[in-house]
T-cell receptor, first 113, second 112 residues
């Protein structure tokens, strides 16, 4: 049972480079999320997708774009990485929005130099 | 913005003791959830308690919710070394699908 799978696990980028974080879930969940976790800040929502075909901004969307490729996959793209985007990124999914438990991936540790 | 705030920020107890963590939030909620995060890992769901519930149990975990005080507590009984982790409360914002809002967490250390 894979659950939520994120790739890559670690990444170092130079300022201005772009990259896409991949996320896939195999639980047939409708809702998917991207969070970032910074020291002392807890998790903050970047973007979410309530269901296939929809995406919406969360608390901290600037500098990011997302694509809900299909029901399984939800990717996060950094078009021009900045040092402020150094963080640990978590993808999560839930069956039906926030009224059901969320399952998290193992995270991507991103460093922008 | 942080909806939930956990208290204390850090807690160190002896194995076998009970650990209590508190969470306060600011706006009306439909449900409140507790998650555990082991160092370097993703979050793991522990309990979801709905706004019309006052108490919920799961194994050694007990969660209470007081909507009049906008607060919740997580009690871990008979703690074990494996309970060492960070614990987060998370609330919905009432919108239904727009993600959870997390507190900053309580870092729990169980001393053997």
């Amino acid at each position: 049972n894979a659950g939520v799978t994120q790739t890559p696990k670690f990444q170092v980028l130079k300022t201005g480079q772009s990259m896409t974080l991949q996320c896939a879930q195999d639980m047939n969940h409708n809702s998917m999320y991207w969070y970032r976790q910074d020291p002392g800040m807890g998790l903050r929502l970047i973007y979410y997708s309530a269901s296939e075909g929809t995406t919406d901004k969360g608390e901290v969307p600037n500098g990011y774009n997302v694509s809900r490729l299909n029901k399984r996959e939800f990717s996060l793209r950094l078009e021009s990485a900045a040092p402020s985007q150094t963080s640990v990124y978590f993808c999560a999914s839930s069956l039906f929005g926030v009224n059901t438990e969320a399952f998290f991936g193992q995270g991507t540790r991103l460093t922008v130099v | 913005s942080q909806q939930g705030e956990e208290d204390p920020q850090a807690l160190s107890i002896q194995e076998g003791e009970n650990a209590t963590m508190n969470c306060s939030y600011k706006t009306s909620i439909n449900n409140l959830q507790w998650y555990r995060q082991n160092s370097g890992r993703g979050l793991v769901h522990l309990i979801l308690i709905r706004s019309n519930e006052r108490e919920k149990h799961s194994g050694r975990l007990r969660v209470t919710l007081d909507t009049s005080k906008k607060s919740s507590s997580l009690l871990i009984t008979a703690s074990r070394a494996a309970d060492t982790a960070s614990y987060f409360c998370a609330t919905d914002t009432g919108g239904g699908a727009d993600g959870l809002t997390f507190g900053k967490g309580t870092h729990l250390i169980i001393q053997p």
